[in-house]
């Protein structure tokens, strides 16, 4: 079955700090896809990313990465100069050949000023 | 850009009671799905819809129903409620009908039961 860990429950920083969200999953699957979600304060959840299995390149968006390594089963993300707008819970999450997309219980990022 | 959408907000019921929450996808979009997040836990699914037919089942009660509707509207159907049905519940929106592709979400329906 599949399964998304986020080992780190909060992380807390300070403004202009650059901070990783780790992200390991598990898989039985040769094609899978990787997400990342953002809920803010308000609730929502805001797509980030989506990864496939078969594209191991890194992708920077503006102050957001993302290192995706096959070998290690993880899919990391990096705010880097982070501000305080970034507060919020991040999600990683796995999808196979289905419609059962799997959340990792997520990570609670406080960007403090 | 017109997001999806979820009626209402927030609904407050009693135990025993029935909820229906609604969807509406981003135009175009064939398939519907529906997930729901305790408090302080991550999204579980629930269920899915591509045109109009469930296509794929989570971990939904038996209590709960749902369908996609002829204009891709969806409804979640709740009866007999307890407590611990108390969770924001989630719809998001895509076209094609499997997860890889990117889901959109709407701004959830808040469920408190009494």
């Known amino acids: 079955a599949q399964k998304v860990t986020q080992a780190q429950t909060e992380i807390s920083v300070v403004e202009k700090e650059d901070v990783t969200l780790d992200c390991v999953y598990e898989?039985?699957?040769?094609?899978?896809?990787l997400f990342w979600y953002k809920q803010p304060p308000s609730g929502e959840l805001v797509f980030l990313i989506r990864?496939?299995?078969?594209?191991?390149q890194n992708e920077i968006s503006g102050r957001y990465s993302w290192n995706f390594q096959k070998s290690t089963s993880s899919f990391n993300f990096t705010i880097t100069a982070s501000q305080v707008v970034d507060s919020a819970v991040y999600f990683c999450?796995?999808?196979?050949?289905?419609?059962?997309?799997?959340f990792g219980a997520g990570t609670r990022l406080t960007v403090k000023p | 850009a017109a997001g999806v959408i979820q009626s209402p907000r927030h609904l407050i019921k009693e135990k025993r009671e029935t909820a229906t929450l609604k969807c509406y996808p981003i135009?175009?979009?064939?398939?519907v799905y529906w997930y729901q997040q305790g408090p302080g836990q991550d999204p579980q699914f629930l269920i899915s819809?591509?045109?109009?037919?469930?296509?794929d089942k989570g971990s939904i009660p038996d209590r709960f129903s749902a369908q996609q509707f002829s204009d891709y509207h969806s409804e979640l159907n709740m009866s007999s409620l307890e407590l611990g049905d108390s969770a924001l519940y989630f719809c998001?929106?895509?076209?094609?009908?499997?997860?890889?592709?990117?889901?959109?979400f709407g701004s959830g329906t808040q469920l408190s039961v009494l």
């Open positions: 990864r496939n299995s078969f594209d191991e």
């Open positions: 898989t039985r699957d040769t094609t899978y896809y």
């Open positions: 135009p175009r979009h064939d398939t």
């Open positions: 999450a796995l999808s196979e050949d289905n419609n059962d997309m799997r």
């Open positions: 819809f591509y045109e109009k037919m469930q296509s």
């Open positions: 998001a929106s895509s076209r094609g009908g499997y997860t890889n592709e990117k889901l959109f």
